[in-house]
């Protein structure tokens, strides 16, 4: 394998393509808040708009994290970088998982997004050094027919999503089918890798360029936060209509 040894500068795309799915995530959120609060009907954000805003958003989440892999360990892996990594996104998961728990006990987030791009990252690790087509073969074999029998009901599996009824979850993306999504970003990286193209999306972007990859460069940080905050908005609002 070609290459320097050490990742590319930040890409500004990558950090742009963040920013636009955590605008959808926080679009999501927000509704969801209105319906629990009683401002939208019940059943709102699980249908129609919502439901494929849901799903792109958490597929675009972990393409992205599979494209970061990509570029994060292009020439050789790094382990230390990704451990440190590692560690951060499963600390992150683990507070959404304490956090839920406090409000939802009943239907805790045990695996949700983050959940998911850690187990997915290292699985990914493993094929980093594979030609593009192997992640890309993968995740079309965990999507296309046929669907392997559900597993007995065991509650510690239920993170698989190969479960024939999982436990409910206020935030549920199991590793199958979301893997897919995960594998599909590291085969377009690798893909992109091999045709120069980050390469040539490496060069310094312009300031508003800048201004709206922000969010993007602080996806982990913002993912943590921002539910609370618009929880606690729209509570304020509702108080305020009631008074």
Known sequence: MTGPAHPLPRIAAID???????????VFHFSYDLEMFGHLPPGTVVSGGF?????????????LAGVSLQLAHRARVRPRAFLRRLLRIAAAAG????????VFP???VYFGILHA??????????????PPLVPALLALAVLLPPRPAPI?????????????TPRPSVDFEPLF???AAF??????????????LWDRLSGSPGRLTRCLAWPGRHSLAIYLIHQPVLIALVWGLTRIGLS
């Open 152 to 164: 007995p009901d065991l509650a510690w599996l239920d993170w698989t999503g190969l479960t024939a």
């Open 106 to 108: 009943d239907a805790f």
């Open 16 to 26: 742009l393509a963040r920013s636009a799915a955590l605008l959808g995530m926080a």
């Open 117 to 130: 791009i850690a187990t997915a990252s290292l699985l990914g690790l493993f094929m980093l050094r594979l």
């Open 183 to 196: 594998l599909a970003g590291m085969a377009l990286g690798g893909l992109a890798r091999r045709h120069g």
């Open 95 to 102: 507070a959404v998982s304490l956090g839920t728990w406090a």
């Open 51 to 63: 439901r494929v805003l849901s799903v792109t958003v958490a597929a675009a989440f972990l393409a």
């Open 177 to 179: 089918p979301w893997v």
